[in-house]
């Protein structure tokens, strides 16, 4: 699907950019448009605003490495195929330690409204991912869904 071209450099909140939130070297290196349409747009500020924004404002800069994600690149990085990255509502955010991860979801599960929040994935070098989702209203209401992985 050929969207038209968007102004990257739109904040989505006071911090955070439509061109952080889309950004992706896979897509980069493989040519994908990762362009969003409207609505996903709108789903990205209500993750931002509601999400990320509150995070930032406790902890200060936060690196995300992953928001959206349209359907051929979520393919490609190996997503499920129902991943809330491809409507805009799901972030995956980089610590650079397992006791940096558990601050972030300790202080998430406990002041911030979520769908999902994950911790994911440990590297050899002791980084960690979390994934944090903010469902669209319109879609349900948020679960609350938090899950401290062993990794």
């Keep these: 699907m050929k969207t038209t071209k968007m102004n990257l450099e739109e904040r ?5 950019t439509l061109k952080e939130m889309t950004r992706s070297a896979t897509a980069l290196r493989l040519n994908i448009d990762n362009t969003p349409p409207a609505a996903v747009v709108d789903n990205l500020r209500r993750l931002c605003v509601h999400v990320l924004e509150p995070l930032r404002r406790r902890f200060g800069i936060i690196r995300i490495t992953s928001g959206y994600r349209c359907e051929e690149l979520n393919r490609k990085v190996g997503g499920v195929s129902n991943s809330q990255h491809t409507k805009g509502e799901a972030a995956d955010i980089h610590t650079a330690s397992m006791a940096e991860a558990r601050k972030y979801y300790d202080w998430l599960q406990q002041n911030a409204t979520f769908d999902q929040l ?11 991912w979390l994934h944090v989702s903010y469902k669209n209203p319109a879609r349900g209401a948020n679960r609350q869904m938090a899950r401290f992985m062993k990794v």
């Design 12 to 16: 989505l909140s006071e911090h955070f």
């Design 118 to 128: 994950l911790l994911e994935r440990r590297m050899g070098n002791g980084c960690c």
